[in-house]
């Protein structure tokens, strides 16, 4: 008993391994609301059990064909076992990204709501969670855009697919634990400078002294650093780590490498975590883009999550299939309207894309609904900053992202909207000042959006001949009214921005899949303009690049097309077979001088 007692005392001295993570997939049900009844009715204290049965995560349009397409409000429901309840650590509710607006419960008591669908977030339960009962989360979810929060427009071009897109987890954790790493790792000379800023966070009303350890197992690096925690604090600490001798990442050599933390004190490790990084640098000098300190040209494409019938979430071996038809095609770089999965820009940087990621500030404010010139106002930093913030902190460790956007098409030639992108721009220097950053124009003259002061990068759309300018009605028209056009409108944005990179953000048409002729709309006619606007930004030495709209069609928003709810855009077609317009991207991206250097 003696020997007994002795050990237990010792296993309580000694601090245990702190972070459980329990992903809350099953048992999950479903309640369409269409006419907004739940909160009035209380669902969240409901009887739940006749409730459909759901696939979390999952979007609910694919629930059936009836629900394509469906926005409005749906509630879930799912149980959390007594069991995990631990009242003497710290637990939380993480959710990978839930579309959009998010209202939730534990055990009928209101936790919280969430809005901006695309970042993760979390809701802080400790002490929350029953011991003796099951535990009941109950989620208010509504899909409805609204013109006050991003995108911040009536009208929006994709399809928010509704729902519990990414996993719910519950993670339980020591009172005193790693809260953040951030890995800031660039070539220095033929090894490398990797910097370490690891956030340790407490909730003991006691001071602590604790030890960081760092490694990099690869380059045989390892640093240490001691902490002092004050009762209930924050603390940052900076760790650095120098190998002599390191491979850079670059999209012809994606070389990755994992760092390992871990947190002791009291004889123990308290805390771990680790994080995957490459060691890569961006900047921009005069007009050009430099990567790791050579030229960099880049030859993209705009892509949207969704292949074929899968929505948002298709399975992994599709995903990888498609990103290796893309690094076939000559592509290097991709640009989304929102953030990614981590799941996705994990494949990026293992496969050597550069990314532009992408604030979901949409048409915000330039009246594409149709209904006249939206009212814009700075209320829209109140949801945007936190986006931001949240984008940031989660993806600030992927080598592919090298881009941050504040937002595509918007008006931000005025001065609400220029203070709006000059305050975003502040932030995210603030919080990252080792990417570029930028926010795009739509098809017009760059010169009055004068945030681009402030901005790394000047970032603009080229459509000519259809959406501006004299239309180009048939194939044979398409290098005289559409190419000269493109060059004149090129030259024009570059005269304005002497002393900055360029980038075209957006140039393409729609080329119906098995449409063909001369006329609009045809696969021939797409791949002549692809050609010929294409063509026009690799021999334009003083751009930095050029990225298609867009790599795959795409469904769109309800009624927000003329002819079919559909974007088809893509040089392939939403379940990924080629048209002819891929041939001509392939040509175009293999033509350029640079293109040998970019990992095809």
Not at 10 to 15: E, K, N
Not at 29 to 43: H, S
Not at 69 to 98: C, K, M, N
Not at 220 to 233: D, E, N, Y
């Amino acid at each position: 008993m003696r020997i007994l007692t002795a050990l237990l005392l010792l296993a309580a001295a000694l601090p245990a391994i702190a972070r459980d993570r329990v992903v809350l997939s099953g048992n999950w049900r479903f309640q369409i609301d269409v006419d907004d009844l739940g909160e009035k009715e209380q669902w969240q204290r409901a009887d739940t059990g006749r409730w459909s049965r759901i696939t979390v995560p999952g979007a609910w349009d694919l629930i059936n064909q009836a629900m394509r397409g469906y926005e409005g409000v749906g509630w879930y429901s799912t149980t959390i076992a007594g069991r995990l309840a631990d009242p003497g650590r710290v637990q939380s509710l993480h959710f990978g990204r839930v579309m959009y607006h998010t209202k939730a419960w534990l055990n009928g008591e209101y936790l919280g709501e969430q809005i901006g669908g695309y970042v993760p977030f979390e809701f802080d339960v400790s002490g929350k969670l029953r011991t003796g009962a099951p535990n009941v989360l109950t989620l208010r979810v509504d899909n409805r855009p609204r013109i006050e929060w991003p995108p911040g427009s009536r009208n929006i071009e994709w399809v928010q697919y509704g729902g519990i897109l990414r996993p719910v987890v519950l993670e339980t954790m020591a009172k005193t634990w790693l809260d953040d790493v951030t890995v800031t790792a660039v070539p220095d000379g033929a090894g490398a400078n990797i910097d370490c800023a690891v956030r340790v966070r407490s909730r003991l009303t006691v001071a602590k002294e604790l030890n960081l350890r760092v490694r990099v197992a690869e380059l045989g690096a390892t640093a240490s650093a001691a902490v002092h925690l004050a009762p209930q604090s924050t603390a940052t600490t900076h760790v650095i780590l120098k190998p002599r001798r390191a491979v850079s990442w670059s999209p012809a050599k994606p070389q990755l490498y994992h760092l390992n933390v871990s947190l002791g004190g009291g004889g123990g490790t308290i805390d771990t975590s680790a994080a995957r990084f490459g060691i890569r640098k961006i900047e921009a000098r005069g007009r050009q883009v430099l990567l790791n300190g050579k030229p960099f040209h880049f030859q993209g494409v705009n892509r949207y999550d969704e292949v074929g019938n899968y929505g948002p979430n298709p399975p992994r071996e599709v995903v990888i299939r498609d990103l290796r038809m893309m690094k076939a095609a000559g592509i290097n770089t991709i640009r989304v309207h929102y953030p990614q999965s981590p799941d996705l820009l994990d494949l990026y940087d293992e496969m050597g894309f550069l990314m532009s990621e992408e604030v979901t500030i949409n048409w915000w404010g330039n009246g594409f609904s149709g209904k006249g010139r939206e009212v814009q106002t700075d209320g829209i930093l109140t949801y945007a900053i936190p986006f931001l913030e949240a984008m940031i902190r989660r993806d600030k460790n992927h080598p592919s992202v090298v881009i941050w956007s504040m937002c595509n098409e918007s008006t931000t030639d005025n001065e609400i909207g220029i203070s709006v992108m000059r305050t975003l721009l502040h932030r995210a220097r603030q919080l990252d000042p080792t990417r570029l950053l930028t926010f795009v124009v739509n098809n017009r003259d760059t010169d009055t959006h004068r945030a681009f002061e402030d901005a790394d990068l000047v970032a603009f759309n080229v459509y000519v001949g259809g959406y501006r300018g004299k239309p180009a009605n048939h194939v044979r028209e398409v290098r005289e009214l559409i190419g000269a056009a493109a060059a004149e409108h090129i030259r024009r944005q570059l005269a304005f921005w002497p002393g900055k990179p360029m980038l075209v953000a957006e140039y393409g048409t729609p080329g119906i899949p098995g449409m063909h002729g001369d006329v609009t709309h045809t696969e021939e006619y797409q791949a002549a303009l692809i050609e010929e606007v294409g063509g026009v930004i690799q021999r334009t030495p003083e751009l930095a690049g050029g990225i298609l709209w867009s790599w795959a069609d795409y469904y769109h928003r309800p009624n927000y097309i003329k002819y079919a709810p559909f974007g088809p855009y893509g040089v392939v077609t939403i379940d990924r077979q080629p048209k002819l317009a891929f041939r001509s991207l392939v040509k175009l991206y293999g033509s350029h001088p640079m293109a040998a250097g970019m990992g095809h």
